[in-house]
Nanobody, 125 residues
């Protein structure tokens, strides 16, 4: 019954910024470990970032985005965010948010049991 909807994607020049949002319909959003993944054309889906449940005090990032991307959550709004700064052309991909079935932070795709529809991010040079 939980649904995830991403938004905020678009076209941006290299060095620019975007903020992605993922709105969840569940009433127990604060209990969810959440993650962001991305999939470039003809490539697999890769981990980007994750955030623990409740306060979201623990976060994890792929090395490729560390220092540039920030994941956060607003439990009152049932929303998780991905702030993307200093964007590079190689960041171009469809970005997906997902809910983990675990209660601990994880970067393993198989630990996520609910996915959004994805939002396109295109970074031009």
């Amino acid at each position: 019954q939980v649904q995830l909807v991403e938004s905020g994607g678009g076209l941006v020049q290299a060095g620019g910024s975007l903020r992605l949002s993922c709105a969840a319909s569940g009433r127990t959003f604060s209990t969810y470990v959440m993650g962001w993944f991305r999939q470039a054309p003809e490539k697999g889906r890769d981990f980007v970032a994750s955030i623990n449940n409740w306060s979201g005090s623990r976060t994890s990032y792929a090395d490729s985005v560390k220092g540039r991307f920030t994941i956060s959550r607003d439990n009152a709004k049932n929303t998780v965010y991905l702030q993307m700064n200093s964007l590079k052309p190689e960041d171009t991909a469809v970005y997906y948010c997902a809910k983990s079935k675990t209660t601990w932070a994880t970067n393993s795709m198989r630990d996520y049991d609910l996915w959004g529809q994805g939002t396109q991010v295109t970074v031009s040079s």
